[in-house]
């Protein structure tokens, strides 16, 4: 019995060694504060450890462990604590000016965008994956992906006729 629990063991630090960036990346790109992503991811492992199972493969894990991220996420952003407080970043870290736009135009994406945007783009997942992580129909992920495109190029531009003034 206590060989199983170290192995057990074993196999949940690999885990977290070969998702942890991963899932902190999804949670902060979510949550858009480096605090709550820390908490989310947290959490996320938390209930890996609680699962203590074994995964059909490594992909299956990591589908996983987003999945539950972001249930973690969709739950604290509809938090009625959350809606009180004011995230403490004026601005999220960019390496220069044009992607601290493209960040801020994200942050300012209303959730269910943020999510498709972040696992698309940043995760490298396709539409038929992300439907399957997010649990939604592939089609909806195509829009919403469609939608948030349109919505970030509008953002985007606003910013530059701003600047033009």
Not at 18 to 43: T, Y
Not at 115 to 142: D, F, N, P
Request: proline content about 2%; glycine content about 4%; overall charge negative.
């Amino acid at each position: 019995m206590e060989e199983q629990l170290c192995w057990t063991v074993s196999l949940i630090e690999e885990c977290i060694q070969r998702n942890e960036n991963r899932i902190f990346r999804a949670a902060l790109g979510i949550m858009g504060q480096v605090a709550d992503a820390e908490d989310i991811v947290q959490e996320a492992f938390l209930k890996l450890y609680q699962k203590a199972s074994v995964f059909e493969s490594k992909e299956h894990e990591t589908a996983w462990l987003l999945r539950v991220t972001i249930n973690l996420c969709k739950s604290r952003l509809r938090s009625p604590w959350r809606k009180k407080t004011v995230p403490l970043l004026e601005s999220y870290p960019a390496e220069d000016a044009r992607q601290q736009e493209l960040v801020e135009a994200i942050q300012a994406l209303n959730e269910k965008y943020r999510i498709v945007i972040h696992l698309y783009y940043y995760e490298g997942y396709s539409t038929k994956e992300i439907a399957e992580i997010t649990e939604q129909k592939e089609g909806t992920v195509r829009e919403q992906l469609t939608r948030a495109r349109r919505l970030l190029k509008t953002f985007l531009q606003d910013e530059e006729g701003e600047e033009g003034l």
